[in-house]
């Protein structure tokens, strides 16, 4: 059974950071582009960042350069999402999704999800 479980979400201030961890489970990790994602209520879901299996290549939305790291353990089956200097207009849940093959930023390329994890950002 494919699991993947988000946590580290929860109520920052803007300028603050938090780190989201997503752990999987029954699948070769190695073999899967891992991929963040967030929805704000009302909004449709955006890609936030996705790596590839080895860590070599990573891609970002514009709206995170340079605030958002994403980053993999393979040894312990875990994607990160290292996130500094939040504003009010990240506020959403995350959510990470994993495919076999490549990365791309774009929901409809995968098809296994987390449940995601709340980040909320005050002004």
């Known amino acids: 059974q494919v699991q993947l479980v988000e946590s580290g979400g929860g109520l920052v201030q803007a300028g603050e950071s938090l780190r989201l961890s997503c752990v999987t489970s029954?699948?070769?990790?190695?073999?899967?582009?891992m991929t963040w994602f967030r929805q704000a209520p009302g909004k449709e879901r955006e890609a936030v960042s996705c790596?590839?299996?080895?860590?070599?290549?990573?891609a970002y939305a514009d709206s995170v350069k340079g605030r958002f790291t994403i980053s993999r353990d393979n040894a312990e089956n875990t994607v990160y999402l290292q996130m500094t200097t939040l504003n009010p207009e990240d506020t959403a849940m995350y959510y990470c999704?994993?495919?076999?093959?490549?990365?791309?930023?774009?929901?409809?390329?995968?098809?296994?999800w987390g449940q995601g994890t709340q980040v909320t950002v005050s002004s």
């Open positions: 029954g699948l070769d990790f190695n073999g899967y582009a």
């Open positions: 790596i590839n299996w080895s860590g070599a290549t990573t």
């Open positions: 999704a994993a495919r076999s093959g490549t990365c791309y930023l774009a929901a409809s390329w995968y098809n296994i």
